[in-house]
Structures are given as structure tokens and as C-alpha cells.
């Protein structure tokens, strides 16, 4: 079963508010990468994060990866409709392992 | 640069045929792994191969398995279907092993057992 927990499930947003998912492991992950999913497409990689307490931008997105390496968090500032689709966060344990995803919408 | 390239892009099987899925990495990648994507499982995942060899294997029943040839492509069966098998297969290649690169996913396999 799954061993990397996403929350929320679901998250609909006004275009131009802020957004963030939260994914977390009861055991220290390696490292922790995310993806995004769009509509009818297949997952894409976004960002890998490796160190404890790390924190990487990619112009409105900001990762994070916990102190303990247990959590990581995705926050998307100013959503616009592209941001539209499912992101997966997925930790390496004995090979990776995926969240279940926070699906995105967002009204224009 | 070739992306990821999954074949069929569609199936519709029938309960108790068997069905095999191929997979065709980016060039220079070594590491294909199979992922099971549906509603409401999420990405559930299968096994990794890597130079030809099955590095892990998620909890799967023994009716799915797979290969990896020398050229890197990969193959999954999956025996004796059941209903519960529909779904979205997809492989994600790497350069190397599993967590160190991240993933390139092909489109899937869209799988239908009536």
C-alpha cells in the first residue's frame, strides 16, 4: 500500500490564490520528487530534492523538504489556469514510491 | 531526442487472456519501471528493471511480471486477467537506478478487461 501520504486529495482555487500540497513518510526518504499531471496526460517531472531541509523555486512554485526528510511540500504562488492538473509527490524508500496526488482546479 | 514510447496506446482484453505491454526507453536510459494508475489507487508501483535485471518488485500477484532486453526496452505480462487489471500502465525511464534521476513517463497503456 502506499507508504507516502498526500493531502489534500482535492483542491479547488480562484485563479490568482495561492496553493499548496503536503505530502509526508513514516520513514526518512532519500530524496523526494515532484510531478505534475495533466488532464489525459502522463505524469512530468518537475523537481528533485535531496537535502534536509532544502528549499527550491521554479518561478511561482516552491518546494521544500522537511529537516527530517519525512515531509515536502508544494506551494504554487498566484495560481493561473495552467497550473491546472494532479501533482504527485513520490519518495525514494527502497524504490519510489508515489502519493496518491492533489488534484488542481482552478477558476478563471 | 525520442521520448518514451509505450505500445499499444489502447487495449480492450478479455477476463482470463493475457496481455503483454512494450516499453521503449529514451535513449541512454537503463531504468525502466512500470507504475498502475487508477482512480483510485493512484500510481501503484509494479517492478523496476535495470541492464536486464528486476531490481524490486511492488506487491503485485504473480500474474504480472516483465523483462528488460539488452537494449534497454521493457516488456509486462500480465496473465489470466481479471477485471480489476483496467487501468493506466505506465513506464518511467532513468538513466540509473530507481530515486537518483528523476523519471521520464511514456503516455501509458490504457488497459480495458471486459
Known amino acids: 500500500g502506499q507508504q507516502v501520504m498526500q493531502i489534500p486529495q482535492y483542491q479547488h482555487v480562484q485563479e490568482g490564490e495561492d496553493f499548496t500540497t503536503y505530502c509526508n513518510s513514516s520513514t526518512t526518504l532519500s530524496n523526494i520528487q515532484w510531478y505534475k499531471q495533466r488532464p489525459g496526460g502522463h505524469p512530468v517531472f518537475l523537481i528533485q530534492l535531496v537535502k534536509s531541509g532544502e528549499v527550491k523555486k521554479q518561478k511561482r512554485l516552491t518546494f521544500q523538504f522537511g529537516e527530517a526528510k519525512k515531509n515536502s511540500s508544494l506551494h504554487i504562488t498566484a495560481t493561473q489556469t495552467t497550473d491546472v492538473g494532479t501533482y504527485f509527490c513520490?519518495?525514494?524508500?527502497?524504490?519510489?514510491?508515489f502519493g496518491a496526488g492533489t488534484r488542481l482546479t482552478v477558476k478563471p | 531526442k525520442a521520448g518514451v514510447t509505450q505500445t499499444p496506446r489502447y487495449l480492450i482484453k478479455t477476463r482470463g487472456q493475457q496481455v503483454t505491454l512494450s516499453c521503449s526507453p529514451i535513449s541512454g536510459h537503463r531504468s525502466v519501471s512500470w507504475y498502475q494508475q487508477t482512480p483510485g489507487q493512484g500510481l501503484q508501483f509494479l517492478f523496476e528493471?535495470?541492464?536486464?535485471?528486476?531490481?524490486n518488485k511492488g506487491n503485485f500477484p504473480g500474474r504480472f511480471s516483465g523483462r528488460q532486453f539488452s537494449n534497454s526496452r521493457s516488456e509486462m505480462n500480465v496473465s489470466t486477467l481479471e477485471l480489476g487489471d483496467s487501468a493506466l500502465y505506465l513506464c518511467a525511464t532513468s538513466p540509473g537506478t530507481s530515486g537518483n534521476y528523476g523519471y521520464t513517463f511514456g503516455s501509458g497503456t490504457r488497459l480495458t478487461v471486459v
Open positions: 513520490a519518495g525514494l524508500l527502497n524504490d519510489m514510491r
Open positions: 528493471y535495470f541492464s536486464e535485471t528486476q531490481r
